[in-house]
């Protein structure tokens, strides 16, 4: 166990709607990192927020979008969802851009 | 361009030692990870390589050559419950870890 918790663990939705993905981070991580794992792929960075603050960002549009609250929790938010956004949804957290430990992981489905 | 190419899929039988090669070609290397996942779950943390060498860990070790653009994963006295996904990632300037596809292994009796 990580202590890395994620929210939903399995969401089913249809294209065009909106989705929420939750993450609450390992006690004492400051950086929290958000992957889409596609079947028989590996993970695909999507971004990085480190005290609040977005660091980084992978080849996603704009309609993936997150935040890291004080507590350093953090959101993914997906906007006019598409059939090729069922995937995976992994969140990961770290002390300083160190090891990266995984949650569970959110299972999407867009119909 | 970014690439990391690791192959797809290994067997071998429990008891054995298996090397899984990994190679890569990235900008801003800060570091190589080794993650374990099996099917249906999360990516587990096995080892993180940032200087050139050898890291051991009990049954598992991850060496690193940064002037050849290389790395291994090697797993000794395999058990079944190895069976698995071993995902390569490089640390790509403190902000994104970039993964290969993943090789499985697969380990029979």
């Known amino acids: 166990e990580t202590g890395v918790t994620q929210s939903p663990t399995h969401l089913i939705k249809t294209r065009g709607q909106q989705v929420t993905l939750r993450c609450s981070s390992q006690s004492g991580h400051n950086t929290v990192s958000w992957y889409q794992q596609a079947l028989g792929q590996g993970p695909q960075f999507i971004f990085q927020?480190?005290?609040?603050?977005?660091?980084g960002r992978g080849n996603f549009p704009p309609r993936f979008s997150g935040l890291q609250f004080p507590n350093y929790s953090s959101e993914l938010n997906v906007n006019a969802l598409e059939l090729d956004d069922s995937a995976l949804y992994l969140c990961?957290?770290?002390?300083?851009?160190?090891?990266?430990?995984f949650g569970p992981g959110t299972r999407l489905l867009v119909l | 361009g970014q690439n990391i190419d690791q192959p797809t899929e290994m067997t071998a039988t429990e008891g054995a030692i298996v090397q899984i090669n990994c190679t890569y070609q990235t900008s801003g290397f800060n570091g190589l990870f080794w993650y374990q996942q099996h099917a249906g779950e999360a990516p587990t943390f096995l080892s993180y390589?940032?200087?050139?060498g050898l890291e051991e860990k009990g049954r598992f070790s991850s060496f690193l050559s940064r002037s050849k653009g290389y790395s291994y994963l090697l797993l000794k006295e395999l058990q079944m419950k190895d069976s698995a996904s071993y995902l390569c990632?490089?640390?790509?300037?403190?902000?994104?870890?970039?993964f290969g596809k993943g090789t499985t292994l697969s380990v029979s009796s």
């Open positions: 927020y480190y005290r609040e603050e977005e660091n």
């Open positions: 990961a957290s770290s002390l300083d851009f160190k090891v990266r430990y």
């Open positions: 390589n940032v200087l050139d």
């Open positions: 990632a490089v640390n790509q300037a403190g902000t994104a870890l970039i």
